[in-house]
Structures are given as structure tokens and as C-alpha cells.
């Protein structure tokens, strides 16, 4: 199992970017998905999660409005769409899997891509 993300970068506040995960090794469209953040200092914070079909999406309120999660299964991508940003979205964004391997639930993460939100 593989997940890489991408598109971070330096951004000005009110800002937009989008991130990708590109899910290798696993039957991706069978498995809902999950982005995290963490900043300096802080924990890591669940910020959005989708549904293995994509049709149900929840966001922590802190991007609610703001941050749009989505999936092409035909791609094996997720996607985070980040929208009005603030400097207190500046973190580190994970995408994060629960992947049934064999008979038991293993968790998977990402390599993480840097997000500063700054003018």
C-alpha cells in the first residue's frame, strides 16, 4: 500500500490550493479515505473524510465551507480542494487509509505535504 501527496506549497492567505493522494496497492475504490493536518507543535487533527463511492463527505468544522473533499476512482486519486485559506491552516496534510490486509485493519499513511498559508 502507497499514498502520495502532492500540491502543497506557499500560498497568501484567502488563498486556494489543491492536494492530492494517489493510492497505490489496494483496492482504493472499496475504501473510504481521509485527509489530516498537523502544525507545528499541535496533533493531528482529522480535516476531511470520503466515502469508498465518493457520495458522502465530512469536514471538521474549522474547513467546513471552506475545504472540498473528493475522490476519482477511476484514478485511484483523492483530492482536497482548499478554498479561502487562513494562516492557521499552515500544516502538514496527510492522506490516511484503513485497509483490510488479510484478517486485519492496518493503517496507512502518506509522506505528507507542507501547506503555508502566509503573506
Known amino acids: 500500500v502507497q499514498l502520495v501527496e502532492s500540491g502543497g506549497g506557499l500560498v497568501q492567505p484567502g488563498g486556494s490550493l489543491r492536494l492530492s493522494c494517489a493510492a497505490s496497492g489496494f483496492a482504493f475504490s472499496s475504501y473510504a479515505m481521509a485527509w489530516y493536518r498537523q502544525a507545528p507543535g499541535k496533533e493531528r487533527e482529522v480535516v476531511a473524510a470520503?466515502?469508498?463511492?465518493?457520495?458522502?463527505?465530512n469536514y471538521a468544522d474549522s474547513v467546513k465551507g471552506r475545504f472540498t473533499c473528493s475522490r476519482d476512482n477511476a484514478k485511484n486519486t483523492v483530492y482536497l480542494q482548499m478554498n479561502s485559506l487562513k494562516p492557521e491552516d499552515t500544516a502538514v496534510y496527510y492522506c490516511?487509509?484503513?485497509?483490510?490486509?488479510?484478517?486485519?485493519?492496518?493503517?496507512?499513511w502518506g509522506q505528507g505535504t507542507q501547506v503555508t498559508v502566509s503573506s
Open positions: 470520503i466515502t469508498s463511492g465518493g457520495g458522502n463527505t
Open positions: 490516511n487509509a484503513d485497509v483490510l490486509v488479510g484478517l486485519s485493519w492496518t493503517n496507512y
